[in-house]
């Protein structure tokens, strides 16, 4: 009888021990899974952030992109007819050196990305890689521009209109170029995220 009391004593303490095991995992697969809903939360409001950024980002881009268009337009039909009497329209060519990335740089650097689709990542990735090209080429040419001023006012010379569009008119051509790249960047990265999310 001792014997048979002993096994159930040993009985209890088992089902005992197993249901206070199942309890701790339990709790901790529903800690788990309260984090990772969480940060899906958190992933989808970072994609919204991004789809915002982008929007403005693609709305600024658009405006830019007309204006340097038609300013290289008139810088080129200047040069096809200099000395000849023409319209002489002065315009300035912009880089869209404003164009922002802080949503997604947050995404990043928060590690929320973990959480979000590869191919979303892969898309926002190579767009936000196109818009850093344009900004740095945007940045050095702006750079460049300045240096030919301030050599201009050292020397005591003044910056001839036709002689800047010159220098200047193939770099021009080429960030119009990336902008139109960029912006098909944008529409293709906005698509994406209006499906995803």
Not at 6 to 27: P, R
Not at 118 to 138: C, F, H, N, P, W
Not at 159 to 183: A, C, H, K, P, W
Request: hydrophobic fraction near 40%.
């Amino acid at each position: 009888m001792k014997k048979s009391n002993g096994n159930f004593k040993l009985g209890i303490v088992a089902v005992e021990a197993a249901s206070i095991v199942l309890a701790v995992l339990l709790a901790l697969a529903v800690d788990e899974w309260r984090e990772d809903r969480s940060q899906q939360q958190q992933a989808y409001a970072a994609l919204m952030n991004i789809s915002i950024e982008l929007k403005d980002n693609q709305k600024v881009l658009k405006l830019i992109h007309e204006n340097n268009v038609e300013t290289v337009k008139l810088m080129t039909e200047d040069q096809e007819s200099a000395g000849k009497p023409g319209q002489d329209e002065d315009r300035n060519f912009i880089p869209g050196l404003q164009l922002r990335e802080t949503a997604w740089e947050t995404m990043l650097s928060t590690g929320i990305s973990g959480y979000v689709d590869y191919d979303t990542i892969l898309e926002l990735s190579a767009t936000y890689s196109m818009q850093r090209v344009y900004k740095d080429t945007g940045s050095k040419m702006t750079a460049a521009a300045m240096n030919v001023a301030a050599y201009a006012t050292v020397l005591d010379r003044e910056v001839e209109n036709e002689s800047f569009q010159r220098q200047f008119i193939s770099y021009f051509e080429m960030l119009v170029g990336i902008e139109d790249t960029l912006l098909e960047f944008y529409q293709t990265s906005i698509s994406q995220l209006d499906e995803n999310i």
